[in-house]
């Protein structure tokens, strides 16, 4: 987790939300790093999870994932949970709930929903208040922080 949480704090330097992701080999060795790159990326499907799993993928010569371990900073969303699930993960690991948008015990279980054909193993709440202070602080800072309005934007049409 800490590795992750290595990942979550590079994001930051984005303005991305800093959520990170590490995938480890079924020896506990690193496959793939990932962190949230959707502001870095322009691309909606660059969360953290995303991004390691792609790069596990990648290492690994295909998809399946079959005894490897995501662990994560934060409860995965809907589109996240799917990719553990498509990808055959064994386990996944996270740490601070997402009250807001987990799909992994918060708002839904998607992960291990008995109608699908793969469930991996979960233990969540991993550094659970380590993996929420940077996003608290996150947050608080961009709360503190002067809003912008974009050119052409609807805020700045005033509509």
Partial sequence: MRLALEEARAALTSSDVPVGAVVLDADGAVLARGRNRREADGDPT????????REAAR?????RLD???L???????TMCAGAVVLARTQRLVFGAY???AG????????????????????????LEQDCSA???EFFAA???????????SVAEAGL
């Fill in 134 to 136: 940077i996003l608290l």
């Fill in 71 to 77: 662990v994560v900073t934060l409860e995965p969303c």
């Fill in 46 to 53: 660059a969360h953290a999870e995303i991004v390691a799993l």
């Fill in 142 to 152: 961009r709360r503190r922080a002067p809003r912008t309005t974009e050119p052409g």
């Fill in 98 to 100: 997402d009250e807001k």
């Fill in 103 to 126: 799909a992994v015990s918060s708002l839904w279980d998607v992960v291990r929903d008995r109608r699908l054909n793969h469930r991996p193993e979960v233990l969540g709440g991993v």
């Fill in 59 to 63: 290492v690994r010569g295909g998809w």
């Fill in 67 to 69: 005894g490897c371990t």
